[in-house]
């Protein structure tokens, strides 16, 4: 059985890291889906990135999961999804489990506060 440190070791070399310029450019381009993984109260505290989903990594599953009772349509398969947390291993793991459910492309920004200091903007949560 693997422990913590295993999964997370597997989770970061399994999911792309990317610099926010490049989650703006995939956006753009390519109608990625930008999901903050953080909880509520965290985002209630420095806010999120512009135009952000949040789906605390808790909840990433079951809103993932097509078909299933709790499904976001902003969610598809075939849709490039671009995560972030706090320090980029929440958002890593969620990559992750959305890689192990099917999804063709998850990519990890890192932290909240890299999206900050790349100057982009955030509105509240």
């Given amino acids: 059985m693997a422990n913590i440190?295993?999964?997370m070791r597997d989770a970061m070399a399994s999911v792309p890291m990317i610099r926010p310029d490049e989650?703006?450019?995939r956006?753009?381009?390519d109608n990625a889906l930008l999901v903050d993984?953080?909880?509520a109260h965290e985002i209630a505290m420095t806010g999120k990135a512009k135009g952000a989903v949040n789906v605390p990594l808790s909840e990433l599953m079951a809103r993932a999961e097509v078909g299933g009772d709790g499904h976001d349509p902003a969610f598809a398969k075939d849709r490039v999804i671009v995560l972030y947390c706090a320090a980029g291993a929440r958002s890593a793991l969620g990559g992750k489990f959305l890689l192990d459910?099917?999804?063709e492309t998850a990519l990890n920004v890192g932290a909240f506060d890299d999206w900050l200091?790349?100057?982009f903007e955030?509105?509240?949560g």
């Fill in 5 to 7: 440190q295993d999964m």
């Fill in 23 to 25: 989650a703006v450019r």
């Fill in 27 to 29: 956006i753009e381009e």
């Fill in 37 to 39: 993984v953080r909880e």
């Fill in 101 to 103: 459910m099917g999804y």
């Fill in 117 to 119: 200091d790349a100057g």
């Fill in 122 to 124: 955030i509105e509240e």
